[in-house]
């Protein structure tokens, strides 16, 4: 079944093929470009095996997205981009032993995220020495010595750091932090650092709970759904269906964005006949484009005139019922709003009055509301604050809690919601760790531990010594490229469980590790039978994944195999988790989870029956609010958006069609119009003129930042894009060049990825021309 991997072909930037954006999504050219290469890929048993199962109740969850399963599945229960991450992972070519004397650390420092990625699976355990530049192949048995020793050696455990990616399982992730806290430390960063954490810290502290608010089901009750900040058609493709249906029962739908995003404006189901030949489903009925970081500003002016409605017909718009009883803060935001300058407003937005006067009729028409959100909102310096006025503006008219309406943050990793459930957070609350404590027979570390941003500014700074990540790709993930690298070269050891080869493999400390690992779609083997694992999708719904292909490689263990045996050969009795027991046997650990996490309880049972369970949500279930006061909190935030200096952009980073984070599919963007290349600007028309730039032009992209340092990225297309004035884009991680570390939103620390202040200026070295059409 392993076969080798085959010649890499990468297209040069002179390839680039630009062309007319597309204004709708998926179809079936969606389908036949995820089954053709599969089939090509992984063959056509396999294929079968994996795509017939994917995102049924009895096979596996999809590692692409969080997006969640409608209780009655279709046959093809999943999308492209699904697709493609299943034959991403379940590909039959490995990387072969020989690979490693043949590419040195330095050779692999110079390949590109694609090529690593195409080298296929990891499958043997592999160890640099210090001083060496060679990854050499090594047993598992020196492996778990090794971490062992080293982690023992450390002056104190917060010179340690356990970095998650979001697609371990809830076993995984539960055995990963018990590991980590047993050892005695908090420093459990994930990728939720740089990606949903200002929805945390915004919905905390406001209705009680982090989470979505909503239901499934509750799309199809809804009267208006405004999406804001959001691409769906590439990173929550199934989300599309559920807005299709949504439209068949009434609903109307907003999308808030600076792009005219193809899956936002129309939809073509591929399971339906007018999908396939007819022009499928018009998806919004308002396209508002808005300027980068205006969402709080734009929400702030439709909050005021539900107000303004609300003072001229008393007793008519408000919810006074569920203000009363459920809320507190009206009486202040009132008079703040008051005060709402419009003229500020219309300079963030970048939009006329009368789009804004159609938002808010369209919310104050509607009985049942729900708001998504995703990147957009919360990569940015006021993403925190943004976001409580989403929750403002959601409970004025009794918005959450009640069926068709609600928050719902769309999360990215297909479980990065369950790992932060099941306690990887570097600041637990103290419930969570009181009942670890009381499980374990150990006292937890009490300090809160380093996030991501924290992590590399304390690598940078010396005082983390040893790296480990359970998934993920943390230097091609986080901002400012450089600095990142260089702190993580500086520390004494890196140790890496992961699927297949990054970025993050070559940049490592003195000694590195690369410990292979199975995917969701193997079958996972162990001396009490196959085991599945667990996770929550972005509406709280827990629910088994059972993997069905044959493991890749033999001898490959499964992630929380791995956890057990470093745990046990790291901090052996220290707490009396029974290391060896969950690793035969997962009941054991959900057991344990049944213990320490609250709405786990009897997750044994829970999870078998009919595809699992769905946490209690106090806001969604009985508009019960956790919060200091008992009540849902209004709140008052200052507005601010973000200013542009003269003959400057902002610029946002995101992702092609073609890419899981930093995981490269492939070169296309084809919604966007791009082929064969990512190096690729995205500008207004207008910018380009005021700029004195050209369609076609390669550029040089500095950033903007005061700190003396230089972040540029070199030779770039321009591509005249309708995007709002003023706000340009282009894809990450190669971006993350230009973030600056040290710009994060307030509250959450999450780097400001979506804002980043550059400056075009032609290419020093000018490429040959690239094709146009
Ligand atoms: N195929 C695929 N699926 C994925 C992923 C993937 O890489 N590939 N990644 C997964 C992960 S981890 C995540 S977090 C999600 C990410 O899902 P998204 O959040 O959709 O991802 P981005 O590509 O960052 O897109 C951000 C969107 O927000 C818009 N936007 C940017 N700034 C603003 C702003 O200031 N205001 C408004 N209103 N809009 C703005 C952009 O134009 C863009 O449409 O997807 C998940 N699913
Ligand atoms: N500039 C900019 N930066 C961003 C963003 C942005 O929009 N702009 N988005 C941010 C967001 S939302 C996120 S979530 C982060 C993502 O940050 P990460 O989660 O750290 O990055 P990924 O690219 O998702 O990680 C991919 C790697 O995970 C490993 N992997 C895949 N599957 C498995 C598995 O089953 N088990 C194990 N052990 N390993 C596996 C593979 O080795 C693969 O190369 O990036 C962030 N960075
Ligand atoms: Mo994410």
Known sequence: MMRENPPVNEPQDSDIEVGKPKDWAAGMPGVLHSMIPAIKDMGVDRTRKTMLSLN????????????????????????????????????????????????????LLTRSEYWLGTQGRLTEPVYKPAGEDHYRPISWDKVFAIVGNKLNSLESPNEAVFYTSGRASNEAAFAYQLFARGYGTNNLPDCSNMCHESTGRALDPTIGIGKSTIAYDDFGKADLIIIMGQNPGTNSPRMLTALEEAKDNGAEIVAVNPLPEAGLRRYKNPQQVKGIIGHGTEIADQFIQIRLGGDMALLQAVSKRVLDAEAENPGTVLDRQFLDEHCEGLEEFTLHLAELDEGAVLEATGLRIDEIDELAARYLKAERVIITWAMGITQHKKAVATIKEIINLLLLRGNIGKPGAGACPIRGHSNVQGDRTMGIWEQMPQSFMDALGKEFGFEPPIDHGVDAVKTIQSM?????????????????????????????????????????????????????????????????????????????????????????????????????????????????????????????????????????????????????????????????????????????????????????????????????????????????????GIKKGRHVVFVNPEDLAELS?????????????????????????????????GCAATYFPEANVLVPLDKVADDSNTPVSKAVIVRLEPAQKQESPVKSF
């Open 56 to 107: 049924q109740k009895d096979g596996f969850d999809c590692m692409s997205c969080a997006w969640p399963d409608p209780d009655h599945r279709k046959a093809f229960e999943f999308c492209e981009n699904g697709a493609k991450a299943v034959t991403w992972e379940a590909t039959p070519i490995v990387v072969s032993s020989s690979f490693w004397a043949e590419h040195s650390v330095s050779d």
């Open 460 to 672: 940078r700074d010396g005082g983390i010594k040893f790296f480990m990540a359970l998934g993920g790709n943390l230097v091609g993930a986080i901002a400012d490229t450089n600095a990142a690298e260089a702190a993580m070269h500086g520390t004494d050891m890196t140790v890496q469980i992961s699927t297949k080869l990054n970025r993050s493999h070559a940049v490592v400390g003195k000694e590195a590790l690369i410990l292979p690992t199975m995917g969701r779609t193997e079958v996972d083997r162990q001396t009490s039978g196959e085991q599945f694992v667990s996770v929550e999708d972005t509406v709280c719904a827990v629910h088994p994944s059972f993997g069905v292909i044959e493991p890749v490689a033999p001898g490959l263990l499964s992630e929380v195999a791995i956890i057990c045996r470093l745990a046990r050969a790291t901090i052996g009795e220290k707490t009396n988790a029974d290391w060896p027991g969950f690793e035969k046997d997962y009941d054991l650990i959900r057991e344990h989870i049944s213990h320490v996490v609250e709405g786990c309880q009897d997750y044994n049972t829970k999870i078998r029956k009919d595809g699992g369970f769905v946490l209690p949500n106090g806001p969604r279930d009985s508009r019960t609010f956790h919060t200091p006061t008992g009540k849902a909190m209004i709140t008052v935030n200052g507005l601010e958006f973000i200013g542009r200096p003269a003959a400057t952009l902002i610029l946002q980073t995101m992702r092609s069609h073609d890419q899981f984070n930093t995981t490269i599919y492939g070169f296309d963007d084809r919604y966007r």
């Open 693 to 725: 730039l050209e369609d076609g032009q390669q550029v040089d992209i500095h950033g903007v930042h005061d700190d003396g340092a230089q972040r540029v990225l070199r030779n770039y297309r321009v591509v005249a894009y309708p995007s709002a004035r």
